[in-house]
């Protein structure tokens, strides 16, 4: 992808300097082998990968960004804020959920997602664009003075140096091999993935070559043979009489002739648990229950398990938030002070609007409303847990027109449960009831004198 505004931000790199990058997913490896299974493996196109790492995304899509302060004992959304907007709006092409979706499966597939910042002529960032991980390589001086002293992008035949003030690097984790950059979490699972691969073409290749297995033509009697032109012409009518929609026709020989069929038994060509296990192998490394994914592992397991509902939560819980957490921190780090962040600001992702955590929403109303009509919690503090709008006149604690709250000259109120605690304590009223002769008649009515 090439952008025609970045020659104006950025300074090229000359031919001399380029150092063509390793980056992507051809970087995933396995351990304990001298196969090179990167070189014939591309996880992004396994059916069982884009699955998964797509549920991912589209899930993790459901929670938009926000920007959250800290308003005494609870943080509220700051609604309208630059770097919300930026954001949702990143540029004039795509959306942006689109820029999230993407930079999730970039950073779930390769360990790394990268975007570039844009600035106007202040200097504040206007525009951000999302930059492919296979084309973007961080680099750091040979003396080591700095941990990344540029970073260099490569759409075409030209590198481009990229100030590492403009590039957003979202990593999962440290890679061991690279500090500069991150780890796929499905490195360690790519002899999986080509297995599966492997198995899907195995598959393929049977239909393919006819949907019949192999045979072996040979003359009846063992002292006569066939010359070139015959096997040849054997091998192109067979092909001819039962290859694809000809299955089952009839061809007559003109000779007598042998046929052995090289052939399996349906269980013998039975690839479920071939297959089921990358399936495992690759929600696991996402943290994602296979159920969710679709994969047959886990639908098994799901038919005498958790509901689905549970396993969503599940999945969300597991899988999604944690790189919510990632991404978040990663912006509070690089993006919002460029956007003049106030103290006490931070990233995060709103769940309210996210379906399968509202049961947990449901919970915490109820036990906020409990604690605010017990007196635990001021009326103004249970609008702030809920996310509601604060009415500051009502920073006050509910109170029983019951109970008379007992207030020494001088000294701070009370709470009401605990006012109402020690009203029920029985020597405390008989104390009261010397100075409050009210609670000597309310005492006598109640026990019935």
Sequence with gaps: MRLPFISNLVTKVSPDEVRHSTAGVSELFAPNT????????????????????????RTFSEAPIAVYREEDTALEIQPGHPLTDLVRH?????AGITLMNTTVQEFI?????????????????????????????????????????????????????????????FRDGINPANTMKGRSRLAASLREIWTDNEASNFTASLLKNFAVPGIIFS?????????????????R?????????????VMVGSGRTKIDVVSFSPNQMDMELIRAIPESRVAAALGIPAALIGYL????????????????????????????????????????????????????????????????????????????????????????ILGLPVDETQDAYLRNTLVFQLVESGHDVIPPAQA??????????????????????????????
């Design 34 to 57: 001298r196969y090179d299974y990167s070189r014939e493996t591309n996880a992004i196109d396994n059916s069982a990968v884009q699955a998964g790492v797509g549920w991912f995304a």
């Design 90 to 94: 990143p540029n004039a092409h795509y």
């Design 109 to 169: 597939l390769t360990g790394n997602a990268y975007w570039l910042v844009v600035r106007d002529l202040r200097g504040m960032p206007t525009e951000l664009w999302l930059l492919p991980s296979s084309s973007v390589e961080p680099r750091r001086p040979n003396d080591g003075s700095a941990f990344i002293s540029h970073y260099e992008y490569s759409p075409g035949q030209t590198t481009i140096r990229l100030d590492p003030l403009d590039i957003i690097h």
């Design 219 to 235: 003359p009846e009697d063992g002292n006569v043979g066939f010359d070139k032109d015959a096997r040849d012409s054997i091998r």
């Design 237 to 249: 009518n067979f092909s001819q009489a039962f290859g694809r929609d000809k299955r089952g026709s």
């Design 297 to 384: 592992v886990g639908l098994k397991q799901t038919a005498v398990g958790a509901t689905l509902a549970e396993l969503r939560e599940l999945g969300y819980e597991s899988g999604i938030i944690p790189v919510q957490r990632q991404i978040s921190e990663q912006l509070d780090l690089q993006l919002l002070p460029q956007m003049g962040a106030l103290a006490g600001e931070e990233v995060g992702f709103d769940l309210r609007g996210v379906r399968v955590l509202q049961d947990d929403a449901d919970t915490l109303s109820v036990r906020t409303l409990d604690q605010v009509s017990r007196g635990i919690l001021k009326v103004a503090d249970g609008q702030r």
């Design 420 to 449: 109402e605690a020690q009203d029920s304590d029985p020597e405390t009223r008989a104390a009261a009831a010397q100075d409050f002769p009210e609670l000597k008649l309310l005492d006598t009515a109640e026990n019935g004198g």
